[in-house]
């Protein structure tokens, strides 16, 4: 079946670069996506990648795709303390289906 | 508001009675999702409706849970005879078709099962 993996927790220091993995299990996704979850707030997408790129850039996140591992990775530049947050990587195959996600990784921003 | 509206934001129950949670899409978004956050599980996708479809019931825990919307607008989750084990947070979210798999989630409801 689908299943999304994801680290737990990551902590760094302000400044530094951030490094989230996922990897899923699913070869049909078409869509690839990154969830930020703050405090007391439902999610919110903060970027996706169509399956068939290896790489999609958007200010300071960088998203890299690696089809054949199905390994996902959100790089986070300059991390700031306003990055703390949940980040969920989830798939989904097309359009409107429901999206799997995995369970989150807790990103600590360290001053 | 713009957003998605779910109430109540928390709700405390005894076990055994049932509890009924709303939530308001965005307007016009023909998509809405049910999804469960508990801690340490992640995400866990519950019953999806899209349109005048038959909603994908696939991801509901048992026949306590059930789910409606009326006028392809609210929905209300309902779950019968709580359990201590259904003590989570409930996330809404509903969707366009638009940028492919961009849903807009409510902040939840806490649902607390003594």
């Known amino acids: 079946g689908e299943d999304v993996e994801q680290s737990l927790f990551l902590s760094v220091r302000e400044g530094d670069s951030s490094v989230i993995n996922c990897t899923y299990t699913d070869s049909s996704s078409t869509y690839l996506y990154w969830y930020k979850q703050e405090p007391g707030a439902g999610l919110q997408l903060l970027t996706y990648?169509?399956?068939?790129?290896d790489m999609k850039q958007d200010q300071r996140l960088t998203v890299l795709l690696n089809k054949k591992d199905k390994h996902l990775s959100l790089r986070i530049a300059d991390t700031q303390t306003g990055d703390s947050a949940i980040y969920f990587c989830a798939e989904g195959v097309s359009g409107n289906t429901p999206l799997v996600f995995g369970k989150g990784t807790r990103l600590s921003v360290i001053a | 508001g713009a957003g998605v509206s779910q109430s109540p934001s928390n709700k405390v129950t005894e076990k055994g009675k049932d509890v009924e949670l709303r939530c308001d899409p965005i307007?016009?978004?023909?998509?809405l999702y049910w999804y469960r956050q508990s801690l340490g599980q992640g995400l866990e996708f519950l019953i999806y409706f899209q349109g005048n479809s038959a909603p994908d019931k696939s991801g509901l825990p048992s026949d306590r849970f059930s789910a409606e919307r009326t006028g392809g607008s609210v929905s209300t989750l309902t779950i019968q005879r709580t359990q201590q084990e259904d003590s989570a947070v409930y996330l809404c979210?509903?969707?366009?078709?638009?940028?492919?798999?961009?849903?807009?989630f409510g902040e939840g409801s806490r649902l607390t099962v003594l």
């Open positions: 990648i169509f399956s068939n790129m």
């Open positions: 307007s016009g978004h023909t998509a």
């Open positions: 979210a509903s969707s366009f078709s638009g940028t492919p798999g961009e849903l807009f």
